[in-house]
């Protein structure tokens, strides 16, 4: 326990200390799912959890701690947060889209080999992607 | 001369706010150089852009549409969180097919940011030919429920944004 953190009012660290302790439930579970998610279109929906509730809620608790701490308003966290925003929503598209396609081409091979596992577990791409 | 100097106010707006925020000071010397910043960039990233800048009709609409999805992001945190501890082998997962209405390039930039911030839902593409979207579903209890919520709470307002005549 850092002494900076008991000289703090305990209206100041009781919600940065639950923050931080839901911030990082949530990367944990968003990990697990990682782990226990059987199929990759699914798995593409544990880290999804991570960069919103797990990231905002630890940035938030950082902008608490630090405005309490400095007797000022600290908040270009923000700017973490609308950069995570931008940019997570894209490369999660750019993944689904690769995994597709991946998916597309080999069935259009002809190359049973993955099928099996994708059928058993309810997960072919349905649509054509042909003009 | 406004146009020709400042042919995005918004864009130059959130550019003086990131310096500032980034330097965390509002001196003038920071405000005067922020300032530079945010006219110089989108003139030279101008022909970036090939369309023009979208104008911010209907704020009101925009912030209820943020809010609610960030309540519905938050929402849909917990539901996954739970399929994920405590249901991971059954999890029904599946591709639907939503068609659109929406034309906007903007409107669908942000429909799709909105739609994979939230966790349980990744958009995939838009089908050739066609206006329909498909989006991969963790938890697909419903088809037309999740149709009929993509394109009232959210559609909706966007066509109501960004396609007002």
Same mark, same amino acid.
């Given at each position: 326990?850092?002494? &900076?953190?008991?000289?703090?009012?305990?209206?100041?660290?009781?919600?940065?200390?639950?923050?931080?302790?839901?911030?990082?439930?949530?990367?944990?579970?968003?990990?697990?799912?990682?782990?226990?998610?059987?199929?990759?279109?699914?798995?593409?929906?544990?880290?999804?959890?991570?960069?919103?509730?797990?990231?905002?809620?630890?940035?938030?608790?950082?902008?608490?701690? =630090?405005?309490?701490?400095?007797? +000022?308003?600290?908040?270009? *966290?923000?700017?973490?947060?609308?950069?995570?925003?931008?940019?997570?929503?894209?490369?999660?598209?750019?993944?689904?889209?690769?995994?597709?396609?991946?998916?597309?081409?080999? +069935?259009? +091979?002809?190359?049973?080999?993955?099928? *099996?596992?994708? *059928?058993?577990?309810? &997960?072919?791409?349905? =649509?054509?992607?042909?003009? | 001369?406004?146009?020709?100097?400042?042919?995005?106010? !918004?864009?130059?707006? !959130?550019?003086?706010?990131?310096?500032?925020?980034?330097?965390?000071?509002?001196?003038?010397?920071?405000?005067?150089?922020?300032?530079?910043?945010?006219?110089?960039?989108?003139?030279?990233?101008?022909?970036?852009?090939?369309?023009?800048?979208?104008?911010?009709?209907?704020?009101?609409?925009?912030?209820?549409?943020?809010?609610?999805?960030?309540? *519905?992001?938050?929402?849909?945190?917990?539901?996954?969180?739970?399929?994920?501890?405590?249901?991971?082998?059954?999890? @029904?997962?599946?591709?639907?097919?939503?068609?659109?209405?929406?034309?906007?390039?903007?409107?669908? !930039?942000?429909?799709?940011?909105?739609?994979?911030?939230?966790?349980?839902?990744?958009?995939?593409?838009?089908?050739?030919?066609?206006?329909?979207? !498909?989006?991969?579903?963790?938890?697909?209890?419903?088809?037309?429920?999740?149709?009929?919520?993509?394109?009232?709470?959210? @559609?909706?307002?966007?066509?109501?944004? =960004? &396609?007002? &005549?």
């Amino acid at each position: 326990m850092t002494p &900076e953190l008991e000289t703090l009012p305990i209206w100041v660290s009781l919600p940065v200390t639950l923050l931080l302790l839901l911030g990082s439930a949530i990367i944990l579970i968003g990990a697990l799912g990682l782990v226990r998610l059987p199929h990759f279109f699914q798995r593409i929906h544990g880290p999804a959890i991570t960069i919103t509730l797990g990231t905002g809620s630890i940035l938030i608790a950082s902008m608490i701690y =630090f405005s309490a701490l400095q007797s +000022r308003l600290v908040i270009h *966290e923000v700017l973490i947060t609308a950069f995570v925003m931008l940019t997570a929503p894209v490369v999660a598209m750019l993944i689904m889209r690769t995994a597709v396609y991946r998916d597309l081409r080999a +069935r259009d +091979r002809g190359q049973d080999d993955s099928t *099996e596992d994708d *059928e058993a577990t309810n &997960e072919v791409y349905p =649509f054509s992607t042909k003009k | 001369m406004t146009r020709r100097w400042l042919p995005a106010p !918004a864009l130059s707006g !959130a550019l003086l706010i990131i310096w500032l925020l980034l330097s965390q000071s509002i001196a003038p010397a920071q405000i005067l150089l922020g300032s530079l910043l945010a006219i110089a960039a989108p003139l030279l990233a101008r022909p970036l852009r090939p369309l023009a800048p979208a104008p911010l009709r209907k704020p009101v609409v925009l912030a209820r549409l943020l809010f609610m999805s960030m309540v *519905e992001i938050v929402r849909s945190c917990f539901n996954v969180s739970r399929i994920i501890l405590f249901k991971a082998e059954g999890v @029904e997962s599946q591709f639907i097919r939503i068609p659109l209405d929406l034309k906007d390039p903007y409107g669908l !930039a942000l429909l799709s940011c909105l739609i994979n911030s939230t966790p349980g839902t990744v958009w995939v593409e838009q089908l050739p030919d066609t206006n329909d979207l !498909a989006l991969h579903v963790f938890d697909l209890h419903d088809e037309q429920w999740w149709i009929d919520t993509i394109k009232t709470r959210y @559609e909706q307002p966007l066509i109501e944004i =960004f &396609e007002h &005549e």
